[in-house]
């Protein structure tokens, strides 16, 4: 047990920060409440640190979960991208109340702040993704996993003075409910079908099952409820439908984070939960192969066609957000090494060029209030080149144009699809991406080539931090290309099972 | 007279020039500079063009390169020995492993090459010095662009001419395309001159499409686009009568419809009456007396390829026949002078192609040398005329120009020119021409001899519309009036302006030529066998013909009622129970006679009774169409119009609209649409209400999950459906029941 | 390292534009530009492998090793000749634009020389992700060029330029990995993108079904960059809305690297697909050259007019391509680099002309020989190149296309081929109309009695006729187009080694096929769990 705790010490640091942060917001001091950020950031900078020396080779001898190097790689970019979240998310709290009390307008009330608890929120979603690398059964993963949930229910919610925001919490709430219900069931029907809830138990359970025809009824029921359930956590089909209303809702910072946290955390647990029935030559079991099929090709389609007509940009961005995971499905589906790798790659390569777009959103604000439509950001180029460029980049990126990160992300779940055979699933998928390019060049466009409109005259850089996320993971989209072999090598890394 | 028949079986006798001889030629490489020559006068022209010279100087520079090229062409003709290949530089080569094709800038010179571009050269710098008077008033403006235009054709033409091989015949004979467009629409604010050039290109165009795709096929038949190496091919023993399959068939047609189109022939001659919108120099120059002989040079130099199929001369003779004819009519009802003199030069290039189409390369190739004499006589004679009254051509409107002040020689000029045209007896005209009508009886061929009265009626007509114009314009009581292009002259008090030396000079000369052009006749030969003279010899002494014994041979065993045989007795025709060549003499005569009598007639004597004629067959309903289409050119034009340019315009604009709303309306907008409508499709999906989304959720989940566990059921079933399907089907096919 | 050092010196050049002034920019944009074309010019002097195949210049990057993927670049003949064509234009460009852009200067310039980076990625790639990569990334500075300083209908133009074009190389993307990826079965593991290497198996070890689905993934992003019909929509609008150095890169370059592609990958690639599919891809080319030629005649629009001229011409291009003989693939070499320089200036001159007048209608304006003889004459002179006048440079590779279409019979001797003289037969209506609408254009623009659009006020500061820049532009356009019209044999001679190479297992694929037709069409799908 104790070696199980020695992993997770990063956890246990994000933990420590949680409370820290959580304290920090209430105190009197506007320097510290406003500092609070910083802990957050200080804390996740500690916690990557902490990694390296976490994942020593004599520690990881001993580890006895599924995949024990997953979590060196998860824990590392889960941390440096959370980074970037809570730049995105920096000045945004309680931006009006700070500056009513700066002016003496108004006085400090612990009731009336959210920072701290936002950022608590924030590193404890956190900690539960790192959380699922660990998990060595279902019962750790299902807490987990409602670890990375819970807080971030409470985010969507945390913007107050938002209907919409509230409106979206709710929604997101009740469904995320009725989702974990899936799961679970998903998880008991597991159990059912094997007998353990141990991942290293039940692997020789289905391996026995496969060897003798296919697993039972019972099993494949299981993984498919669990499967669709995860889904809700990555917004694929026909789980999706509540992510454009949601991140329509919430506000930028936390839409990002919605958009990188969560799906994170679904992805890893799909991943584990195939691993656990495992890839022969013709990859999963049948059913599952097909219902992951259906549900990618449903998310790369839907997800694009619906972005086309939207005039907000977050729910434009939520649609993308939707078809990205459609394409990471084609790497679960072409399984391990390629498509696994692939998946974790482009976990990271979405998560830092999907938070620069959401960013750069979340940067601009009109008369103190945040900007959603797209006539918004239209001329943007004129006020805030920056900015502008900044979101160009990353939509350039998420859409796949050689050389941005995105197009290798892509090119690595292509050629994983092509490999593991999925030729017309690679083909829709090429298909989807160029139905994205329509809006992603309209965010483009607007951003870099459109003029100013009455609407966007108004609109500008407010906010500091979240334009230094933005143009931080514009340069992450450009130049990552350049650290991408020792990514995937680390990648590769994290996928390699344990000598039996 | 000739007598082709022998000359064909003595050249079967003769032993063939190996290439190898043919080929050592490294004392001759200054024959390079008669393509330079005209090259450097373009350059100089140009540069003259760039720093707006407003001098005569470009006149100058081209008259002496041009001149250069004459005496360097005399020189070459005086140290001419034997066919030798030119080497100037690699053109265009493609090697590969056992194969290649090569085409050099090189210079092949034959008698042949040499007698046209004794002419050619000759002829291009009278012209220049003709045109250094002509064109003053544009001393400055166009001045040298239009000597530019002259080099450019001359340079071109000398490629055509000179070239060793058919790719460089190519690059001359678009070029002189070219060089026509470039001169014909000099006066580029007249729309008139921009269509006329334009059209000259576009129709020259489809006869260079067709030269081109006869290149491929000779090169893809022979291994070869050089003269010298087809010839060998054709020589070789592994030669017969099938040689190279169908494509060596269509050789000569393509061939044909290169020299139709540049020459002038049916149904490709439309654009050189427009043609005459060009200064009159060039007319002279390209459209009588040069360029358009290139169909004929093109000809006579595959001759050899044209009796590789059995129609192919007879063809030839047919279209040159006709065009000869109805070129005539045409010429006969026109009222510009000089676009009579273009109707005439089409119908003199008719009876070139008529000569070949009988065997008679070297009546054709004396034809084409005669023509070019007194055909550029007469065209400049028309320029002094159009120069001297502003513009006027009308040949109502001019008349008893020989008793005007200054204008006798330009009339008498003239009247040498008009008899060589009219075929009177002792002149150039006569010989050339009776050596071609001559051979229409002789050489037995599909209507030849219809073609011969054909061609006698036509020289009628020819001697008709010829003296028409000169008993119009040169004789009778003087009257004139003006033109349009007074140059801020009065119309009133305007004067002619009679030509001065440099007009007058060329004219003496050229038409002294005319006149000499009929010695050549009577000039004995050096070699023997030869009959005909000295421009026999030179015909006869190019390899193209005398190469390809077997190629004759071939073509001529091949099938027994051909074109002539090689034993006389067989195959010498008759006329009228006499010898052809000797009846000619007398025959060509009369109707020469005739034609001019009647002209005398109605154009001097009476010349309201033509006018009555025209009347009184408009007036009858029965004979109207006549001169209708015969002043209406029968009406090529506005059939080409109809099936040709109209279609495809509309065509053109039918693809148009097609691009814009089929392809990129209809095929590319629809697709690209289809990601929307499906958008919308959708959308009512994200309804906003929660519970809506978690039975679409949940009942999607569950619809999947469900559909994916009972998958091999479900395909199992729809495969059993399937099969039962066909069972069905079978049986009752079996009963021969109903589908 | 030379190439990568010609890769690297415009994304140098276009940083350094970034931080400086926009007065400035242009003036950097044509040293960076210039130095390049000096660099490259000594490249090809020193380069060895003229005439032979093999591939010089070579440097090895390694990248995504476990891919397979690298930086390899490096050029054969074929490639470096188009590498000049490149460098060529581009300083070219940036010189004409001196006038013509006024705002967003520095972004101008700045794309401008990006652009000549992905242009040259394309020629000289050895690896194909590297090709791909430098492919897509022409769109990119394109997409901008014409978005911002386009015309009217900017936006729409520039976004389905780059949807088209982005969507038809997906498909071929997808047919590289698939050729990588068969590869790297055969290779027990190992994955190599190397376009050597998966030439050579593609080419010998792909069945013939799998050989058709990569040729038509491969035409999906190649036939809509040349474009061949009935793709080709695309084309007449970017160059309608593109400014003038857009349209010429993109006639120049852009629609060369649909051509290249199909001479780099088609050819060695699916030897066997290609000689099934090579009638319909000729049939599509000859449709193309007249039905384009015909929308030409009855263009108002000048550029329109020359943006549909690219679209006849290049089906000659591609008609050389496959007819798979020698004489026509140099001849189709050379037609990409006689199309970049003729096609090229006469936008140029387009340009030149919208600057002073502002339209590009033929009915509004005429007779120009009048006020601007310089520019007239240019203009007769590029058209006269474009018809292919003999003598001048289209005329030989036109020559050489049709000729060897000509001879692509399946009884030739030596390189038999699928298609023959019909096709050339056909084809060469397009000769005559492309005389046709040039000269009508020409007729209508440059001669005839003066006409000037009503110009509101002093529109343009430039002198009436020609400046010395603008004729500086124009004359090595114009002495290459001589140059090579008398000299191709030194082109032809310089890239034989390649397409030799390149064209070596044909002849015995197409007797194949002579003996047991394949069937050209593969209706039955893929098995998509296979």
Same mark, same amino acid.
């Given at each position: 047990?104790?070696?199980?705790?020695?992993?997770?010490?990063?956890?246990?640091?994000?933990?420590?920060?949680?409370?820290?942060?959580?304290?920090?917001?209430?105190?009197?001091?506007?320097?510290?409440?406003?500092g609070?950020?910083?802990?957050?950031?200080?804390? +996740?900078?500690?916690?990557?640190?902490?990694?390296?020396f976490?994942?020593?080779?004599?520690?990881?001898a001993?580890?006895?979960?599924? +995949?024990?190097n997953?979590?060196?790689?998860?824990?590392?970019?889960?941390?440096?991208i959370?980074?970037?979240?809570?730049?995105?998310?920096?000045?945004?709290?309680?931006?009006?109340?700070?500056h009513?009390?700066?002016?003496?307008?108004?006085?400090?009330?612990?009731?009336?702040?959210?920072?701290?608890?936002?950022?608590?929120l924030?590193?404890?979603?956190?900690?539960?993704?790192?959380?699922?690398?660990?998990?060595?059964?279902?019962?750790?993963?299902?807490?987990?996993?409602?670890?990375?949930?819970?807080?971030?229910?409470?985010?969507?919610a945390?913007?107050?003075?938002?209907?919409?925001?509230?409106e979206?919490a709710?929604?997101?709430?009740?469904?995320?409910?009725?989702?974990?219900?899936?799961?679970?069931?998903?998880?008991?029907?597991?159990?059912?079908?094997?007998?353990?809830?141990v991942?290293?138990?039940?692997?020789?359970?289905?391996?026995a099952?496969?060897?003798?025809?296919?697993?039972?009824?019972?099993?494949?029921?299981?993984?498919?409820?669990?499967?669709f359930?995860?889904?809700?956590?990555?917004?694929?089909?026909?789980?999706?439908?509540y992510?454009?209303?949601?991140?329509?809702?919430?506000?930028?910072?936390?839409?990002?984070?919605l958009?990188?946290?969560p799906?994170?955390?679904?992805?890893?647990a799909?991943?584990?939960?195939?691993?656990?029935?495992?890839?022969?030559?013709?990859?999963?079991?049948?059913?599952?192969e097909?219902?992951?099929?259906?549900?990618?090709?449903?998310?790369?389609?839907?997800?694009n066609?619906?972005?086309?007509?939207?005039?907000?940009?977050?729910?434009?961005l939520?649609?993308?957000?939707?078809?990205?995971?459609?394409?990471?499905?084609?790497?679960?589906?072409?399984?391990?090494p390629?498509?696994?790798?692939?998946?974790?790659?482009?976990?990271?390569?979405?998560?830092?060029?999907?938070?620069?777009?959401f960013?750069?959103?979340?940067?601009?604000s009109?008369?103190?209030?945040?900007?959603?439509?797209?006539?918004?950001?239209s001329?943007?180029?004129?006020?805030?080149?920056?900015?502008?460029?900044?979101?160009?980049?990353?939509?350039g990126s998420?859409?796949?144009?050689?050389?941005?990160?995105?197009f290798?992300?892509?090119?690595?779940?292509?050629?994983?699809g092509?490999?593991?055979?999925?030729?017309?699933?690679?083909?829709?998928?090429?298909?989807?991406?160029?139905?994205?390019?329509?809006?992603?060049l309209?965010?483009?466009?607007?951003?870099?080539?459109?003029?100013?409109?009455p609407?966007?005259?108004?609109?500008?850089?407010?906010?500091?931090?979240?334009?230094?996320?933005?143009?931080?993971?514009?340069?992450?989209?450009?130049g990552?290309?350049?650290?991408?072999?020792?990514?995937?090598a680390?990648?590769?890394?994290?996928?390699?099972?344990?000598?039996? | 007279?000739?007598e082709?028949?022998?000359?064909?079986?003595?050249?079967?006798?003769m032993?063939?020039?190996?290439?190898?001889?043919?080929?050592?030629?490294?004392?001759?490489?200054?024959?390079?500079?008669?393509?330079?020559?005209?090259?450097?006068?373009?350059?100089?022209?140009?540069?003259?063009?760039?720093?707006?010279?407003?001098?005569?100087?470009?006149?100058i520079?081209?008259?002496?390169?041009?001149?250069?090229?004459?005496l360097?062409?005399?020189?070459?003709?005086?140290?001419?020995?034997?066919?030798?290949?030119?080497?100037?530089?690699?053109?265009?080569?493609?090697?590969?492993?056992?194969?290649?094709?090569?085409?050099?800038?090189?210079?092949?010179?034959?008698?042949?090459?040499?007698?046209?571009?004794?002419?050619?050269?000759?002829?291009g710098t009278?012209?220049?010095?003709?045109?250094?008077?002509?064109m003053?008033?544009?001393?400055?403006?166009?001045?040298a662009?239009?000597?530019?235009?002259?080099?450019?054709?001359?340079?071109?033409?000398?490629?055509?001419?000179?070239?060793?091989?058919?790719l460089?015949?190519?690059?001359?004979?678009e070029?002189?395309?070219?060089?026509?467009?470039?001169?014909?629409?000099?006066?580029?604010?007249?729309?008139? *001159?921009v269509?006329?050039?334009?059209k000259?290109?576009?129709?020259?165009?489809?006869? /260079?499409?067709?030269?081109?795709?006869?290149?491929?096929?000779?090169?893809?038949?022979?291994?070869?686009?050089?003269?010298?190496?087809?010839t060998?091919?054709l020589r070789?023993?592994?030669?017969?009568?099938?040689?190279?399959?169908?494509?060596v068939?269509?050789?000569?047609?393509l061939?044909?419809?290169?020299?139709f189109?540049?020459?002038?022939?049916?149904?490709?001659?439309?654009?050189?009456?427009?043609?005459?919108e060009?200064?009159?120099?060039?007319?002279?120059?390209i459209?009588?007396?040069?360029?358009?002989?290139?169909g004929?040079?093109?000809?006579?130099?595959?001759?050899?390829l044209?009796m590789?199929?059995?129609? *192919?001369?007879?063809?030839?003779?047919?279209?040159?026949?006709?065009t000869?004819?109805?070129?005539?009519?045409?010429?006969?009802?026109?009222?510009?002078?000089?676009?009579?003199?273009?109707?005439?030069?089409?119908?003199?290039?008719?009876?070139?192609?008529?000569?070949?189409?009988?065997?008679?390369?070297?009546?054709? *190739?004396?034809?084409?040398?005669?023509?070019?004499?007194?055909?550029?006589?007469?065209?400049?004679?028309?320029?002094?005329?159009?120069?001297?009254?502003?513009?006027?051509?009308?040949?109502?409107?001019?008349?008893?120009?020989?008793?005007?002040k200054?204008?006798?020689i330009?009339?008498?000029?003239?009247l040498?020119?008009?008899?060589?045209?009219?075929?009177?007896?002792?002149?150039?005209?006569?010989?050339?021409?009776?050596?071609?009508?001559?051979?229409?009886?002789?050489?037995?061929?599909?209507?030849?001899?219809?073609?011969?009265?054909?061609?006698?009626?036509?020289?009628?007509?020819?001697?008709?519309?010829?003296?028409?114009?000169?008993?119009?314009?040169?004789?009778?009581?003087?009257?004139?009036?003006?033109?349009?292009?007074?140059?801020?002259?009065?119309?009133?008090?305007?004067?002619?302006?009679?030509?001065r030396?440099?007009?007058?000079?060329?004219?003496?000369?050229?038409?002294?030529?005319?006149?000499?052009?009929?010695?050549?006749?009577?000039?004995?030969n050096?070699?023997?066998?030869?009959?005909g003279?000295?421009?026999?010899?030179?015909?006869?002494?190019?390899?193209?013909?005398?190469?390809?014994?077997?190629?004759?041979?071939?073509?001529?065993?091949?099938?027994d009622?051909?074109?002539?045989?090689?034993?006389?007795?067989?195959?010498?025709?008759?006329?009228?129970?006499?010898?052809?060549?000797?009846?000619?003499?007398?025959?060509?005569?009369?109707?020469?006679?005739?034609?001019?009598?009647?002209?005398?007639?109605?154009?001097?004597?009476n010349?309201?009774?033509?006018?009555?004629?025209?009347?009184?067959?408009?007036?009858?309903?029965?004979t109207?169409?006549?001169?209708?289409?015969?002043?209406?050119?029968?009406?090529? /034009?506005?059939?080409?119009?109809?099936?040709?340019?109209?279609?495809?315009?509309?065509?053109?604009?039918?693809?148009?609209?097609?691009?814009?709303y089929i392809?990129?309306g209809?095929?590319?907008?629809?697709?690209?649409?289809?990601?929307?409508?499906?958008?919308?499709w959708?959308?009512?999906?994200?309804?906003?209400?929660?519970?809506?989304?978690?039975?679409?959720?949940?009942g999607?989940?569950?619809?999947?999950?469900?559909?994916?566990?009972y998958?091999?059921?479900?395909v199992?079933?729809?495969?059993?459906?399937?099969?039962?399907?066909?069972?069905?089907?079978?049986a009752?096919?079996?009963?021969?029941?109903?589908? | 390292?030379?190439?990568?050092?010609l890769?690297?010196?415009?994304?140098?050049?276009?940083?350094?534009i970034?931080?400086?002034?926009?007065?400035?920019?242009?003036?950097?944009?044509?040293?960076?530009?210039?130095?390049?074309?000096?660099?490259?010019?000594?490249?090809?002097?020193?380069?060895?492998?003229?005439?032979?195949?093999?591939?010089?210049?070579?440097?090895?990057?390694a990248w995504?090793?476990?891919l397979?993927?690298t930086?390899?670049?490096?050029?054969?003949s074929?490639?470096?000749?188009?590498?000049?064509?490149?460098?060529l234009l581009?300083?070219?460009?940036?010189?004409?634009?001196?006038?013509?852009?006024?705002?967003?200067?520095?972004?101008?310039?700045?794309?401008?020389?990006?652009?000549?980076?992905?242009?040259?990625?394309v020629?000289?790639?050895?690896?194909?992700?590297?090709?791909?990569?430098s @492919?897509?990334?022409?769109?990119?500075p394109? @997409?901008?060029?014409i978005?911002?300083y386009?015309?009217?209908?900017?936006a729409?133009?520039?976004?389905?330029?780059?949807?088209?074009?982005?969507?038809?190389?997906?498909f071929t993307?997808?047919?590289?990995?698939?050729?990588?990826?068969?590869?790297?079965?055969?290779?027990?593991?190992?994955?190599?993108?190397?376009?050597?290497?998966?030439a050579?198996?593609?080419? %010998?070890?792909?069945s013939?079904?799998?050989?058709?689905?990569?040729?038509?993934? !491969?035409?999906?992003?190649?036939?809509?960059?040349i474009?061949v019909f009935?793709?080709?929509?695309?084309?007449p609008?970017?160059h309608?809305?593109?400014?003038?150095?857009?349209?010429?890169?993109?006639?120049g370059?852009?629609?060369?690297?649909? %051509?290249?592609?199909?001479?780099?990958?088609?050819?060695?690639?699916?030897?066997?697909?290609?000689?099934?599919?090579?009638?319909?891809?000729?049939?599509?080319?000859?449709?193309?050259?007249?039905?384009?030629?015909?929308?030409?005649w009855?263009?108002?629009?000048?550029?329109?007019?020359?943006?549909?001229?690219?679209?006849s011409h290049?089906?000659?291009?591609?008609?050389?391509?496959?007819?798979?003989?020698?004489?026509?693939?140099e001849?189709?070499?050379?037609?990409?680099?006689?199309?970049?320089?003729?096609?090229?200036?006469?936008?140029?001159?387009?340009?030149?002309?919208?600057?002073?007048?502002?339209?590009?209608?033929?009915?509004?304006?005429?007779?120009?020989?009048?006020?601007?003889?310089?520019?007239?004459?240019?203009?007769?002179?590029?058209?006269?190149?474009?018809?292919?006048?003999?003598?001048?440079?289209?005329f030989?590779?036109?020559f050489?296309?049709?000729?060897?279409?000509?001879?692509?019979?399946a009884?030739a001797?030596?390189?038999?081929?699928?298609?023959?003289?019909?096709?050339?037969?056909?084809a060469?209506i397009? !000769?005559?109309?492309a005389?046709?609408?040039?000269?009508?254009?020409?007729?209508?623009?440059?001669f005839?009695?003066?006409?000037?659009?009503?110009?509101?006020?002093?529109l343009?500061?430039?002198?009436?006729?020609?400046?010395?820049?603008?004729?500086?532009?124009?004359?090595?356009?114009?002495?290459?187009?001589?140059?090579i019209?008398?000299?191709?044999?030194?082109?032809?001679d310089?890239?034989?080694?390649?397409?030799?190479?390149?064209?070596?297992?044909?002849?015995?694929?197409?007797?194949?096929?002579?003996?047991?037709?394949?069937?050209?069409?593969?209706?039955?799908?893929?098995?998509q769990?296979?």
């Amino acid at each position: 047990m104790a070696d199980r705790l020695w992993f997770l010490i990063p956890e246990l640091i994000l933990l420590v920060g949680a409370i820290t942060c959580a304290i920090g917001g209430l105190v009197n001091t506007a320097a510290i409440r406003r500092g609070v950020g910083f802990i957050a950031c200080a804390f +996740l900078a500690v916690a990557c640190i902490s990694i390296p020396f976490v994942y020593t080779t004599e520690h990881l001898a001993t580890a006895d979960t599924l +995949l024990p190097n997953i979590g060196k790689y998860v824990k590392f970019f889960a941390a440096l991208i959370g980074i970037l979240l809570v730049m995105t998310s920096g000045g945004l709290m309680d931006r009006k109340y700070e500056h009513a009390i700066a002016k003496g307008k108004a006085t400090f009330s612990a009731l009336r702040t959210s920072g701290g608890e936002y950022h608590a929120l924030l590193l404890l979603s956190i900690a539960g993704v790192m959380l699922i690398c660990e998990a060595r059964d279902l019962i750790w993963l299902f807490l987990a996993l409602e670890l990375v949930s819970l807080p971030t229910y409470v985010m969507v919610a945390i913007s107050r003075w938002s209907k919409v925001a509230q409106e979206a919490a709710m929604k997101y709430f009740f469904l995320g409910a009725v989702s974990a219900a899936l799961m679970l069931y998903g998880f008991a029907l597991l159990y059912g079908a094997t007998g353990t809830f141990v991942f290293t138990e039940m692997v020789d359970v289905f391996a026995a099952q496969r060897a003798e025809g296919g697993i039972s009824v019972f099993g494949q029921i299981g993984l498919l409820l669990a499967i669709f359930g995860l889904c809700y956590k990555i917004a694929a089909a026909p789980m999706h439908l509540y992510a454009p209303d949601v991140y329509q809702g919430a506000s930028a910072a936390v839409t990002a984070f919605l958009a990188f946290i969560p799906k994170t955390a679904g992805m890893l647990a799909i991943i584990m939960l195939c691993t656990l029935v495992g890839w022969d030559e013709n990859g999963l079991p049948p059913a599952i192969e097909m219902a992951l099929w259906v549900v990618a090709v449903l998310t790369m389609l839907l997800g694009n066609i619906g972005a086309l007509l939207q005039t907000s940009a977050q729910r434009m961005l939520g649609y993308s957000s939707i078809a990205h995971s459609g394409y990471m499905l084609i790497g679960v589906i072409a399984g391990p090494p390629l498509g696994i790798v692939a998946v974790l790659v482009y976990l990271v390569i979405y998560g830092a060029t999907n938070t620069s777009a959401f960013a750069t959103l979340a940067c601009l604000s009109r008369d103190g209030d945040r900007v959603d439509s797209l006539e918004d950001i239209s001329g943007l180029h004129k006020r805030s080149p920056l900015a502008a460029t900044s979101l160009a980049v990353s939509c350039g990126s998420l859409l796949g144009i050689p050389p941005l990160f995105g197009f290798w992300g892509k090119l690595l779940l292509f050629a994983a699809g092509i490999a593991a055979g999925q030729l017309l699933l690679v083909l829709i998928a090429v298909v989807a991406s160029a139905i994205s390019a329509w809006y992603y060049l309209r965010l483009i466009g607007l951003s870099l080539l459109s003029s100013t409109t009455p609407r966007s005259e108004g609109v500008s850089v407010t906010l500091r931090w979240p334009l230094i996320a933005a143009v931080l993971s514009a340069i992450i989209a450009i130049g990552g290309p350049l650290v991408l072999t020792s990514l995937m090598a680390d990648a590769e890394q994290a996928v390699v099972m344990p000598e039996e | 007279m000739i007598e082709m028949i022998s000359i064909f079986s003595s050249l079967l006798a003769m032993p063939a020039v190996p290439p190898a001889e043919v080929l050592s030629a490294s004392d001759l490489s200054w024959a390079g500079f008669i393509v330079w020559m005209p090259l450097l006068s373009l350059v100089l022209c140009g540069l003259c063009a760039a720093f707006k010279v407003q001098s005569k100087a470009p006149a100058i520079i081209t008259i002496v390169c041009l001149g250069t090229s004459f005496l360097l062409t005399l020189l070459l003709w005086n140290s001419y020995t034997q066919p030798e290949t030119i080497h100037l530089f690699d053109w265009l080569q493609v090697h590969w492993d056992d194969g290649s094709f090569v085409a050099n800038f090189a210079l092949y010179v034959d008698s042949l090459t040499l007698l046209w571009m004794l002419f050619v050269t000759g002829l291009g710098t009278m012209i220049a010095v003709y045109a250094s008077e002509y064109m003053e008033h544009d001393v400055g403006k166009g001045y040298a662009r239009f000597f530019a235009g002259i080099s450019v054709f001359l340079f071109a033409m000398t490629c055509l001419v000179m070239g060793d091989n058919l790719l460089m015949l190519y690059l001359g004979w678009e070029g002189v395309g070219f060089a026509s467009y470039w001169l014909i629409g000099y006066f580029y604010q007249k729309p008139s *001159a921009v269509a006329a050039a334009k059209k000259a290109f576009i129709v020259n165009r489809i006869g /260079d499409v067709g030269l081109a795709l006869a290149i491929y096929f000779i090169w893809s038949t022979f291994g070869t686009v050089q003269y010298d190496e087809i010839t060998t091919v054709l020589r070789s023993e592994s030669y017969d009568a099938s040689f190279g399959g169908w494509t060596v068939h269509a050789i000569p047609y393509l061939l044909m419809l290169a020299a139709f189109g540049k020459s002038a022939q049916l149904p490709l001659y439309v654009w050189l009456p427009d043609a005459m919108e060009g200064p009159t120099p060039v007319s002279a120059l390209i459209h009588a007396a040069t360029m358009v002989t290139a169909g004929v040079y093109l000809i006579i130099r595959t001759y050899p390829l044209f009796m590789l199929d059995e129609y *192919a001369l007879p063809t030839v003779a047919w279209v040159g026949g006709l065009t000869a004819f109805l070129a005539a009519t045409i010429g006969m009802a026109q009222y510009d002078i000089k676009r009579i003199m273009a109707y005439s030069t089409i119908s003199q290039l008719g009876y070139m192609f008529l000569g070949l189409g009988v065997i008679t390369s070297y009546g054709a *190739a004396y034809h084409v040398f005669t023509h070019a004499f007194f055909k550029a006589v007469l065209f400049l004679t028309c320029g002094a005329i159009m120069h001297g009254f502003a513009g006027q051509l009308d040949l109502r409107r001019i008349s008893g120009l020989r008793k005007m002040k200054g204008w006798k020689i330009v009339s008498y000029t003239m009247l040498i020119g008009c008899l060589c045209l009219a075929g009177f007896p002792f002149t150039s005209g006569y010989f050339s021409k009776d050596a071609i009508l001559a051979e229409a009886f002789v050489t037995q061929g599909p209507g030849f001899k219809f073609l011969g009265w054909l061609a006698i009626f036509t020289a009628g007509l020819t001697a008709y519309y010829t003296f028409r114009v000169w008993f119009r314009v040169c004789a009778g009581p003087v009257h004139f009036e003006p033109g349009d292009e007074l140059h801020g002259d009065d119309p009133k008090s305007f004067r002619p302006h009679a030509p001065r030396f440099a007009i007058n000079f060329v004219l003496i000369t050229i038409s002294l030529g005319a006149l000499l052009a009929a010695l050549p006749y009577f000039v004995p030969n050096e070699t023997e066998t030869i009959q005909g003279g000295w421009v026999a010899e030179m015909v006869y002494d190019s390899p193209a013909y005398a190469g390809v014994p077997q190629v004759a041979h071939a073509a001529i065993d091949s099938h027994d009622v051909g074109h002539g045989t090689i034993e006389q007795t067989v195959g010498h025709g008759d006329i009228l129970g006499m010898d052809p060549h000797k009846a000619m003499y007398y025959i060509s005569a009369i109707v020469g006679f005739i034609g001019i009598a009647i002209a005398l007639f109605f154009h001097l004597l009476n010349r309201g009774a033509a006018d009555k004629l025209r009347s009184k067959l408009l007036s009858s309903r029965l004979t109207r169409w006549l001169p209708t289409a015969m002043e209406n050119k029968w009406y090529v /034009d506005e059939v080409y119009i109809a099936l040709i340019r109209s279609p495809l315009w509309i065509l053109g604009k039918f693809f148009s609209l097609f691009d814009k709303y089929i392809i990129d309306g209809a095929f590319v907008n629809g697709i690209a649409a289809l990601p929307r409508a499906g958008a919308r499709w959708f959308s009512p999906l994200h309804n906003g209400a929660v519970q809506s989304y978690a039975i679409s959720m949940i009942g999607g989940a569950v619809l999947i999950a469900l559909l994916m566990l009972y998958m091999p059921e479900i395909v199992s079933y729809l495969q059993s459906l399937s099969s039962q399907q066909t069972e069905v089907e079978q049986a009752m096919l079996l009963m021969g029941g109903m589908p | 390292m030379t190439l990568w050092l010609l890769l690297l010196i415009p994304l140098v050049g276009a940083a350094c534009i970034f931080v400086t002034k926009a007065s400035i920019a242009k003036w950097i944009a044509l040293g960076v530009s210039s130095f390049v074309l000096v660099v490259s010019i000594l490249m090809a002097v020193q380069f060895d492998q003229w005439g032979t195949s093999q591939t010089g210049l070579v440097s090895h990057v390694a990248w995504l090793s476990q891919l397979g993927v690298t930086l390899d670049v490096g050029v054969d003949s074929v490639a470096l000749l188009l590498v000049l064509l490149t460098t060529l234009l581009t300083p070219l460009c940036v010189w004409g634009s001196f006038t013509a852009i006024t705002s967003r200067r520095k972004e101008y310039y700045a794309w401008l020389l990006i652009l000549e980076t992905a242009m040259l990625g394309v020629f000289s790639a050895q690896d194909l992700i590297l090709f791909y990569v430098s @492919f897509e990334l022409t769109l990119v500075p394109m @997409f901008f060029l014409i978005a911002i300083y386009g015309g009217k209908n900017r936006a729409h133009a520039s976004v389905k330029f780059f949807i088209y074009t982005f969507t038809g190389s997906l498909f071929t993307l997808a047919g590289f990995v698939y050729v990588a990826w068969q590869y790297q079965v055969s290779q027990y593991g190992v994955w190599s993108f190397a376009i050597h290497d998966l030439a050579q198996f593609a080419s %010998t070890s792909l069945s013939y079904s799998e050989q058709c689905w990569i040729l038509l993934a !491969m035409l999906a992003g190649f036939a809509v960059k040349i474009p061949v019909f009935p793709v080709h929509t695309w084309l007449p609008l970017a160059h309608t809305e593109a400014p003038t150095a857009g349209s010429v890169i993109l006639a120049g370059v852009l629609l060369k690297l649909g %051509t290249f592609g199909v001479y780099r990958f088609v050819l060695p690639m699916v030897p066997e697909a290609l000689v099934a599919y090579a009638p319909a891809i000729a049939v599509l080319a000859i449709i193309g050259i007249l039905y384009a030629a015909l929308i030409c005649w009855v263009q108002d629009d000048i550029k329109k007019l020359v943006a549909y001229s690219s679209i006849s011409h290049l089906g000659f291009c591609v008609l050389g391509l496959v007819a798979l003989n020698p004489i026509a693939l140099e001849g189709a070499v050379l037609y990409m680099i006689n199309h970049g320089l003729s096609t090229g200036a006469l936008f140029f001159l387009i340009g030149m002309m919208y600057e002073r007048y502002h339209t590009r209608d033929m009915n509004s304006i005429g007779g120009l020989a009048k006020k601007m003889p310089v520019w007239s004459f240019f203009m007769v002179f590029f058209v006269l190149a474009s018809v292919g006048l003999p003598g001048l440079n289209g005329f030989i590779s036109e020559f050489m296309c049709l000729m060897g279409t000509f001879i692509a019979t399946a009884d030739a001797s030596q390189w038999p081929g699928v298609l023959g003289p019909e096709y050339a037969a056909i084809a060469a209506i397009g !000769m005559v109309l492309a005389a046709m609408y040039l000269l009508i254009m020409v007729g209508k623009v440059v001669f005839g009695k003066l006409k000037e659009p009503n110009q509101d006020g002093a529109l343009s500061s430039l002198p009436t006729d020609l400046s010395p820049r603008e004729i500086g532009i124009l004359v090595p356009l114009a002495a290459l187009c001589i140059w090579i019209g008398v000299q191709p044999t030194v082109l032809t001679d310089a890239m034989r080694g390649s397409v030799e190479e390149v064209l070596a297992p044909y002849p015995r694929l197409v007797q194949q096929e002579q003996e047991a037709p394949s069937t050209p069409i593969v209706l039955e799908k893929e098995d998509q769990h296979g």
